[in-house]
């Protein structure tokens, strides 16, 4: 009768291989770099930084550490992992030139952050460019989600303070651009603010929306193709008349808080005024009705041509209704100046701003669950990088992934794709990357760095 030795079969453990590649499957998100220019647009804003004589770029210094970060590093020193292998990520610069080169983006303040923020956005276009059907902007028009997100600090970091939720920490504001339901989304906003920033804050507001608008190709950074989409924290007035103001004309749904005056209005509504709402396929949502009380409270003093749409729905089990709900429903309200269109389909719209929350999630599992660094200023340049590692995250599914694959979120990308060892072969000249073949998606890290050879080079 033979011993067993346990449920798994017991392996030794020794270092010393130098054929072996780890994290192989990161080579998409470099092919991507190289396709879309990136390298080269970032390295020539942050050639004002470059001192002379210099061995490392600047430019490749930061793409590293948001690649370090795509890969689910959260701080500087995980571009260990990239050092590694430079094979397929290149000569990488030490940790004490790392430190040093964010110290001097730093002290350079806001030249910094728009240089880097400029070569984004070219870049950017380049990138809806290549996607072609597949970009966000394909149909003519775009949606950007404006959400906060409290980052908790866990030591006296510079700006943190207590939050509204009594923890203690910051309070960015961020907008991502919607991908919909075949895609994920890209950050095209991050403003960073102390703890006790206000949710509704409305000179926030309009400077995230600006900072979003500059990363949107030039044609869509105003007119009613560009919809802003915000929770009841953009509901101000400041907000929305900065958004309808003339020569701006962009289009807006955003939710607003159910004040005494609405809560009036909504209790006069007669009962064959309200609509059925629709579930997220676009059929009745069982329990659920939308009615318009545009004409019932006084809109005066808001923008000219703003709509109100009220929802009515039973609470999920467990829910605690408020002091505003009637009759056992609750009540939600948003404002939009879309013209037209079916109360449901406005409704759906704006209920899928939810998508938004998903956006955030992923966020802080590339590095927004804590900012790393002490300076405030400094902090801002690793906001920068989070955004540089997410962009990679959402251009290279939109380039070279498809179907079901596409939608995949980072974490599943890192342990599917961007895991994966390979074997290194040097042979005619040419370094071959061989991975396993008992690897189950092989074939899909295969199919998708064949999609970015085949698109066209920068320049």
């Known amino acids: 009768m033979s011993k067993r030795i346990g449920l798994y079969p017991r392996v030794r453990v020794e270092g010393g291989d130098r054929g072996t590649v780890s994290q192989a499957g990161a080579v998409l998100l470099v092919e991507t770099i190289r396709k879309v220019g990136l390298d080269t647009s970032i390295s020539a804003a942050l050639a004002p930084w470059r001192k002379p004589r210099t061995v490392h770029d600047p430019g490749k210094v930061l793409l590293d550490v948001a690649l370090a970060t795509a890969l689910g590093g959260d701080c500087l020193a995980d571009v260990a992992m990239l050092r590694a292998e430079p094979a397929v990520f290149g000569p990488v610069a030490s940790d004490p030139t790392v430190s040093r080169l964010i110290d001097v983006l730093a002290a350079a303040g806001p030249k910094a952050l728009t240089a880097i923020r400029t070569a984004r956005a070219e870049v950017r276009t380049r990138v809806w460019e290549l996607a072609g059907e597949d970009s966000p902007a394909a149909g003519g028009s775009v949606i950007v989600d404006i959400d906060g997100v409290l980052v908790l600090a866990h030591s006296e970091k510079q700006d943190a303070t207590a939050t509204w939720k009594k923890t203690f920490g910051h309070h960015p504001l961020v907008a991502f651009v919607d991908h919909g339901q075949a895609g994920s989304g890209e950050p095209v906003a991050a403003l960073l603010r102390p703890g006790n920033a206000g949710s509704n804050t409305a000179s926030d507001h309009i400077t995230t929306t600006q900072l979003a608008l500059a990363q949107l190709p030039k044609h869509l950074r105003r007119g009613q193709q560009t919809l802003i989409r915000t929770d009841s924290a953009g509901g101000t007035h400041a907000f929305l008349d900065w958004l309808s103001r003339r020569g701006r004309w962009l289009s807006y749904s955003v939710g607003m808080t159910i004040t005494d005056a609405i809560h009036q209005a909504v209790l006069k509504i007669p009962k ?85 929350e998903d956006r955030i999630r992923n966020a802080r599992d590339t ?42 979120e980072p974490k599943k990308l890192r342990l599917r794709l961007f895991s994966a060892a390979a074997h290194l072969v040097h042979t005619g000249r040419r370094r071959w990357l061989r991975l396993p073949a008992r690897w189950p998606w092989t074939s899909v890290i295969i199919h998708a760095n064949n999609r970015l050879h085949a698109l066209p080079n920068p320049g």
């Open 367 to 408: 590095g927004l669950r804590n900012l790393p660094l002490h300076d405030t200023a400094q902090n801002r340049i690793w906001l920068e990088i989070v955004s540089l590692a997410l962009d990679l995250l959402a251009w290279m599914p939109m380039l070279a992934l498809t179907g079901t694959t596409r939608r995949w």
């Open 272 to 356: 064959k005024a309200w609509t059925p709402a629709y579930d997220a396929d676009c059929t009745e949502r069982p329990g659920a009705w939308v009615a318009e009380i545009t004409d019932m409270p006084d809109l005066s003093t808001w923008p000219k041509g703003m709509r109100l749409v009220v929802r009515k729905e039973r609470p999920h089990p467990g829910a605690q209704l408020r002091f505003t709900d009637v009759d056992g429903l609750r009540l939600t309200c948003f404002a939009t100046n879309t013209k037209g269109g079916q109360l449901a389909d406005l409704e759906l719209r704006h209920r899928r701003r939810a998508r938004c």
